[in-house]
């Protein structure tokens, strides 16, 4: 069956001065762009239904936030909020745009702009006239890009590059490329003080530099919760380039008969799993005491300036965290929402979560590993959700991260089985 696109992009507010976010050690602002920061809008229809697919480079945005541009445009384009859903590639090169605490201060100034550029690109898209196309799905492994940061591993990793291209019906060109690869971007590190879209910005060029530079593209990381980049430059773009080419060059090249995946069916569906997942909470009075002691001693013995001024971080978690249990406030649960669009039998799943790499390959052998591309941070970015068989070793993403994250504890280590229970629903 034949499908009809249209795709919009703009270029996400810069302001310098603005601190960007994703590492605790920047203590200076944005001084200047690299590459833009960009949102691109995918617009799916079948004659009967609409899927928008946002994709925004930003380290992650708000429930909150995604559900209040969902419920605008919904309503101005008379569409359901199931149908739009706005992910984020993560990289850590982009503007503060979800609290962290010790990672760089919210704009205001920002997030409004940001929210009328998002809310525009969507209803320009729209506006656009429709090409109709047919899709098909390609995989090709890749090595040598990624390792697992938790068990440093290069085998305990998603090698899969997944590549989604729809090509015009009328004429066979490639129209638009979704390429599917999990690895936090992360190339460039605390000392990058430039706007970038990290190594997924080398991705699109390579792809239209294969492709034509008019050839529409959209990266969406899959789940890279425990899965860094092999290289980093501490000062540049040079491992930057080299990662995105090796991915991009992957991905173009994986577009060949040999590589792809029979895709079969026909329409859209849209599923939406509201799941409480429990948190398990650090707010008890003998843990806040003791980490209190924690950061005074860690203030006390740091061996840089910069780890001195990052440390005192810690006790605003400490505050908040204190008084939301004596009022009451705190939370018991993260209440988020995991969907999944079919595409006749192609599914994509979105999870609002910095996802363990296992966790994705589980959905994809539950769902058919050749027809399942999963996302993360889609409609949210609640934190880390680890693995069961790494959560205890995942000693900063069960056990720190949840902190800058401003929870009172991490994700329940049975949070997969809660997304596998919800998807078996609809098989």
Not at 20 to 31: A, E, K, V, Y
Not at 270 to 277: A, L
Not at 304 to 328: A, C, K, Q, V
Request: hydrophobic residues 35%; negative net charge; contains cysteine.
């Amino acid at each position: 069956m034949s499908y009809f696109i249209k795709f919009n992009e703009k270029e996400l507010p810069v302001i310098l001065g603005v601190p960007l976010t994703g590492f605790g050690l920047r203590f200076q602002t944005s001084q200047g762009v690299h590459d833009n920061p960009m949102v691109k809008c995918l617009i799916i229809n079948d004659s009967e239904k609409n899927v928008v697919l946002v994709h925004c480079d930003l380290l992650g945005y708000t429930s909150e936030r995604c559900a209040k541009i969902r419920s605008n445009v919904a309503e101005k384009l008379d569409i359901s909020n199931d149908e739009i859903i706005i992910t984020c590639t993560h990289t850590h090169s982009g503007p503060a745009s979800i609290k962290l605490i010790g990672c760089g201060n919210e704009s205001d100034e920002w997030h409004t702009a940001a929210e009328k550029v998002i809310t525009d690109c969507i209803l320009e898209a729209y506006a656009k006239e429709a090409k109709e196309v047919s899709p098909k799905l390609y995989k090709k492994e890749i090595h040598g890009v990624s390792y697992n940061r938790v068990v440093n591993s290069k085998d305990m990793i998603d090698k899969d590059i997944l590549t989604l291209v729809f090509s015009n019906t009328d004429d066979g060109k490639v129209n638009t490329v979704l390429t599917n690869f999990s690895c936090h971007p992360v190339t460039t590190r605390e000392e990058n003080y430039l706007y970038s879209r990290d190594y997924p910005f080398y991705v699109e060029r390579t792809i239209k530099e294969s492709f034509g530079e008019d050839v529409n593209f959209i990266f969406a990381n899959g789940c890279c919760g425990d899965t860094n980049p092999v290289e980093g430059d501490m000062s540049g773009f040079a491992a930057t380039e080299r990662t995105g080419r090796a991915i991009g060059t992957a991905s173009a090249g994986s577009v060949c008969e040999e590589c792809e995946l029979p895709l079969s069916g026909d329409g859209l569906k849209v599923y939406s799993y509201d799941i409480d997942f429990p948190i398990e909470r650090k707010d008890d009075e003998e843990f806040l005491t003791q980490f209190t002691e924690v950061t005074h001693t860690l203030i006390k013995n740091a061996k840089t300036p910069e780890l001195r001024d990052f440390y005192p971080s810690f006790f605003e978690w400490i505050n908040i965290t204190r008084e939301r249990r004596e009022n009451g406030t705190a939370e018991e649960f993260y209440k988020a929402t995991v969907r999944r669009v079919c595409i006749g039998d192609l599914n994509l799943v979105f999870i609002p979560f910095e996802t363990f790499h296992a966790i994705g390959k589980s959905i994809k052998a539950l769902l058919g590993e050749d027809k399942t591309i999963v996302i993360e941070l889609g409609g949210g970015n609640f934190g880390y959700m680890p693995s069961e068989a790494l959560y205890d070793r995942a000693s900063y993403e069960r056990g720190q991260a949840f902190m800058g994250y401003d929870h009172p504890g991490p994700i329940t280590r049975k949070a997969e089985h809660m997304i596998y229970d919800a998807l078996k629903r609809d098989m």
